[in-house]
């Protein structure tokens, strides 16, 4: 399986915008790049996927280098509420294979 | 709509026993799959479902299995309980196995004595 590699922790404060990175190198060209978040005690959210273009929807923005070989998770404001584990997945034809993702502490 | 659920929430059992964990998927999602948290760590793939065939296995022993039923709700059966299988479950559904977004719920917080 392709895999990810994500920063342990990143820290920010409340209302600023927040980039996190994703690098996958071996990624094939079926591969999508999905982003899924975890609070506590809750389980995983989807946050957002994407192929080769830039992909924007409410709750995030998804940047993918022209080589797909990383990308980068971007929250415009965050908020308390975004304080959690944020992992990027590799999906093509199976499941989801989870690394130990980012945690994010939001500071007020 | 229903989100995914699960049950029960929590469960303790002691080690040598069989443990089964059952999910609901979100109305009209036909794949399911499973996965092991520890505490502390991402979540790892166990088995994934699709049309109540087995589509993906992940590395764990074949204490672990499960199936699908024609509703497409699933369980997860684990015998031989060892205090190492103390974790969340988590279930997820989607409408298809590839590629698609998936739901997860809540989980089931089971601990192993």
């Known amino acids: 399986d392709a895999k990810t590699t994500q920063p342990n922790s990143m820290e920010s404060n409340e209302e600023e915008p927040v980039h996190l990175p994703c690098n996958h190198s071996t990624i094939s060209g079926t591969d999508y790049i999905h982003w899924y978040r975890q609070l506590p005690s809750q389980g995983p959210e989807y946050v957002i996927h994407g192929l080769t273009s830039n992909v924007n929807n409410r709750m995030a923005s998804l940047a993918i280098a022209e080589d797909r070989k990383s990308s980068t998770l971007i929250l415009h404001r965050a908020t308390l509420r975004d304080a959690a584990v944020y992992y990027c997945i590799l999906r093509g034809n199976n499941d989801m294979r989870f690394g130990a993702g980012t945690r994010l502490t939001v500071k007020p | 709509d229903a989100g995914v659920t699960q049950s029960p929430t929590h469960l303790i059992k002691t080690r040598g026993q069989q443990v089964t964990l059952r999910c609901s998927p979100i109305?009209?999602?036909?794949?399911v799959s499973w996965y092991q948290q520890v505490l502390g760590q991402g979540p790892q793939f166990i088995f994934q479902?699709?049309?109540?065939?087995?589509?993906g296995r992940g590395n764990f022993p074949d204490r672990f299995s499960a199936r699908q039923f024609p509703n497409y709700s699933s369980e997860l059966n684990v015998n031989a309980l060892l205090l190492g299988d103390s974790a969340l479950y988590l279930c997820a559904s989607s409408f298809f196995i590839f590629n698609t977004e998936a739901f997860f719920g809540q989980g089931t917080r089971l601990t192993v004595v």
């Open positions: 479902y699709y049309e109540k065939e087995e589509r």
């Open positions: 109305s009209g999602h036909k794949s």
